[in-house]
Nanobody, 124 residues
């Protein structure tokens, strides 16, 4: 059984930075794609970005491109979301997700496993 545990959320002022972590366990993730999504109150869940576990290639949503960076540590089975230049519109619950395919996609239903989420709040 795959387990994903996010951490690192919190309250930050606009312009600040946070780094989220997603610790994965229960599988060999070499053929997986890891994604980050977020959901603000009253809004649909949104694709933030994804990373191919083997190659390290990444893809980002337009709203975070140039500000957020996804990386992974194979030895620790952990994926990171570095968030810089945060704005109040980035306030949301952030979720880590895993997809048992070697291709980054933005569709929520294509991801097989989800973490419990971590709250990020950006104050103005």
């Amino acid at each position: 059984q795959v387990q994903l545990v996010e951490s690192g959320g919190g309250l930050v002022q606009a312009g600040g930075s946070l780094r989220l972590s997603c610790a994965a366990s229960g599988r060999t993730f070499s053929r997986y794609t890891m994604g980050w999504f977020r959901q603000a109150p009253g809004k649909a869940r949104e694709f933030v970005g994804g990373i191919n576990w083997i190659s390290g290639s990444t893809h980002y949503g337009d709203s975070v491109k140039g500000r957020f960076t996804i990386s992974r540590d194979n030895a620790k089975n952990t994926v990171y979301l570095q968030m810089n230049s945060l704005i109040p519109e980035d306030t949301a619950v952030y979720y880590c997700a895993a997809r048992a395919r070697n291709l980054i996609v933005t569709t929520i239903s294509e991801y097989d496993y989800w973490g419990q989420g971590t709250q990020v709040t950006v104050s103005s």
